[in-house]
């Protein structure tokens, strides 16, 4: 079977993981989480004691690491990272991971391998601009800055973790410098993509905007 990719790209708290799960379950389609991919790698480094400067222990680590996606889980052999990998060191040093090219090329390669022959919602950074540029359709979600940390500061104290605002907007501030400015694969909106800034809608609304699009361009 031919497969059917919807990329789904955005900084962190644009939305981006919600909608491509709603989305997914809307249409009957798989789920690609590229984001916990990245912080997957950064869980391994870090358990190694790698120091950020490290990039070609952590292109070793991204080409070898034993990681399953299954149920909404996240295995890296038989431990399950799915909580872990949400922490926020884990997400500071995830940005440091996903700007090593080695490291990149090694995922870019298990997504498009992962996608064969599937229908797809893939959501990251660069899913529409390089892993998937023929993708059917493709969206790019934003939000202001404020909203985002909010989303985030949300989901972490319940969560139940004890978190700072004004640190999770200064490190936010600071993964988007380097997620937008790294020299590999920088998050920029794909050609063709779809732009929806979420600040004032609720993901319905989202939903409802992206499965009209998705309807207008292919059949299912
Ligand atoms: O979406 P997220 O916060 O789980 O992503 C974690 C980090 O990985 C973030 O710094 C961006 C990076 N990332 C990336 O560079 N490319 C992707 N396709 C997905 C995530």
């Avoid at 984001?35 to 950064?42: L, W």
């Avoid at 038989?78 to 090593?100: E, K």
């Avoid at 978190?163 to 993964?175: C, H, I, P, S, Y």
């Amino acid at each position: 079977m031919s497969s059917i990719i919807i990329t789904i790209d955005g900084p962190a708290g644009s939305g981006k993981s919600t909608l491509a799960k709603l989305l997914a379950s809307r249409l009957g389609f798989d789920f690609l989480d590229t984001g916990a991919m990245y912080r997957a790698v950064a869980w391994a480094s870090l358990q190694a004691n790698l120091m950020p400067q490290d990039t070609q222990s952590m292109g070793m680590i991204a080409a070898q690491l034993p990681l399953r996606m299954q149920d909404k889980h996240v295995f890296i052999n038989d431990t399950d990272v799915t909580l872990d990998i949400r922490h926020p060191d884990v997400a500071q040093m995830a940005s440091i991971v996903a700007s090593v090219p080695a490291v990149r090329e090694a995922l870019v390669t298990q997504q498009r391998t992962v996608a064969q022959g599937r229908r797809m919602v893939t959501e990251g950074r660069d899913q529409g601009s390089v892993v998937f540029p023929d993708a059917v359709c493709k969206f790019f979600l934003t939000a202001s800055p404020v909203v985002r940390a909010s989303r985030r500061y949300s989901e972490l104290t319940a969560a139940g973790r004890e978190v700072d605002f004004e640190t999770l907007l200064a490190q936010q501030q600071e993964r988007d410098e380097r997620d937008q400015n790294r020299a590999c694969s920088p998050l920029v909106k794909a050609d063709g993509a779809l732009e929806i800034d979420t600040s004032d809608l609720t993901p319905d609304e989202v939903l409802a905007h992206m499965e009209q699009t998705i309807r207008s361009v292919v059949r299912l």
